[in-house]
């Protein structure tokens, strides 16, 4: 097989949305790009300096991900040098690690010609990643909801997602086995129950469209975000200001310490530029849902 170079991009996602634990996702429109060049051996070389850190050679997620499919199937792995540009902060609860297990996939599916069909993908990244949540987001693209039982995947895929997005992130990382670490073990039947109607209203209104009624559902969570929430200090502030200028509504991203916030296309400039002003410690994303999901394509140079 001739080798051609070419890249691959892959959205960011934020997780949970409140009471959707571990199984909503929303594709934003902040990306990792990954350019794939015939080396005599592997490794990784990123652009952005808060990446550094991240291993280079085979021990990258990257390749690990590349390594976990070609054993899955058979395949002779051959070797590349993965170039990373990424728009996607480190470490902030918007999916970097789904975004780079995405890519993987998709590399690894290019470079072996295994041609997999998307339902097997999303079931790789799932058993990758733990939970289905962000690495469908980030495969699909727009708003995922998901059931993973560790067997059986369902999704159902909302493409068209109405609503502009600000990401607050704060300067400092929070690492998911940290965040995980808050959270108990066992949740009273009553507070299950709440949450789950939540999640349940939530689900139904963004199907129709109706984020006014999702986002008051979404900060109606008591699955983790009563656990978490004492890690942002200005988390109820926070809050109140969204919703004094027009947000749908609130929820920590992911595993945090980002927090994500909905709001109508059109206000949220006027919302952004209060919150800048208010929590100057905060960085000030203003993005919205990616469409799309994970693309390969030829590279141009």
Known sequence: MSWKDFSVRVPASTANLGPGFDSIGLALDLYLTVHIAKAGAWSVEYASESYQSLPKTVDNL?????????????????????????????GRGLGSSASAIAAGIEIADRLMALELPMQEKLVIGTELEGHPD??????????TIS?????????????????????????????????????????????AIQSSAAANVFS?????GDWA?????????????????????????????????GAYGTSISGAGPSLFIA????????LASA???????????????????????????
């Not at 899955?72 to 990424?86: I, Q, S, W």
């Not at 997005?165 to 009273?188: C, D, K, M, N």
């Not at 975000?225 to 942002?232: D, K």
């Not at 800048?276 to 203003?286: G, S, T």
Request: with cysteine; glycine share 6%; aromatic share 8%.
């Open 62 to 90: 990257l390749i690990t991900t590349i390594q976990f499919v070609a054993d899955r199937y058979g395949k002779k792995m051959p070797t590349a040098k993965l170039t990373v540009e990424t728009d996607i902060p480190l």
């Open 134 to 143: 962000n690495i469908s987001a980030s495969l699909l693209g727009g708003l």
């Open 147 to 191: 059931y993973w039982d560790g067997k059986k995947l369902a999704i159902n895929h909302i493409a068209d997602v109405g609503i502009a997005v600000i990401i607050l992130v704060p300067p400092v990382e929070l690492l998911t086995a940290e965040s995980r670490g808050l959270l108990p073990q066992e949740l009273s039947y009553a507070a």
């Open 204 to 208: 139904a209104a963004v199907a129709v």
């Open 213 to 245: 009624t999702a986002g008051e559902m979404m900060e109606n969570d008591q699955f983790h975000e009563p656990f978490r929430r004492s890690r942002f200090a200005d988390f109820s502030e926070i809050r109140k200001t969204c919703r004094k200028n």
């Open 263 to 270: 709001i109508e296309p059109g206000q949220e400039l006027q």
């Open 275 to 301: 919150l800048k002003a208010q929590y100057p410690n905060y960085e000030c994303l203003v993005t919205k849902p990616a469409f799309t999901g994970v693309r390969s394509f030829e590279r141009v140079v």
